[in-house]
């Protein structure tokens, strides 16, 4: 028996959480598998085992169902920690990143999407309203509290502190791929909340 209830689109037929459940497992499995251009709505209903009408009745195009799913699991894996320090919050902020990008199908999609979407200029603002704006607003987050607390001078430059947050994980494990020691984040750390101005 299905533990969730099933879901009504308005106006239209009750969706089985169980049969979105295998049409994401399958649309993620899919891309990892082809990338982004040779995705198809066949193929993930397919792997789902269902018929293409499932797909449909969820998402309308190849697109619309690859920002929902991307922006849902990937805002979702970090979110904006309230530890109440600068340090403690980098800390798990970048713990959370880390994690959702050493995952083996993240791993596998990330490189890809950005590819995808440096073609495919709908795609990109798709993806950049969906995924980029949420995740950042969160990152924000913690360089402000950091203000309000009085760890950071009011004056300091949030969006280039954005960039310091987040772009060294990125680069080292999605674009270099490159190994991490030991005490690779706490070194991290204390090198942003330097540059922060900590």
């Not at 924000?140 to 280039?160: F, H, K, N, W, Y």
């Amino acid at each position: 028996m299905n533990a969730f209830p099933a879901r009504r689109v308005s106006g239209g037929p009750v969706l089985q959480d169980d049969v979105t459940d295998a049409l994401t497992a399958a649309f993620f499995d899919e891309l990892a598998a082809v990338g982004y251009g040779r995705l198809s709505i066949e193929a993930v209903a397919k792997r789902a085992g269902t018929g293409k009408a499932a797909v449909y009745r969820r998402w309308p195009s190849k697109q619309a169902m690859t920002v929902a799913l991307v922006s849902r699991f990937a805002v979702a894996a970090t979110g904006a920690p309230g530890t109440g320090s600068l340090r403690g919050d980098v800390t798990q902020y970048l713990r959370e990143v880390m994690a959702a990008l050493r995952h083996p199908l993240v791993s596998r999609i990330a490189p890809d999407l950005v590819a995808e979407a440096a073609r495919n200029e709908e795609l990109s603002q798709a993806l950049l309203t969906a995924v980029r704006d949420p995740r950042r607003e969160n990152a924000e987050l913690v360089i402000r509290r950091a203000i309000e607390r009085g760890e950071l001078p009011a004056d300091t430059d949030v969006e280039l502190g954005l960039d310091f947050l987040v772009g060294p994980v990125y680069w080292r494990l999605v674009m270099t791929r490159a190994a991490t020691e030991e005490d690779y984040l706490e070194r991290l750390v204390t090198k942003i909340v330097s540059a922060l101005g900590a």
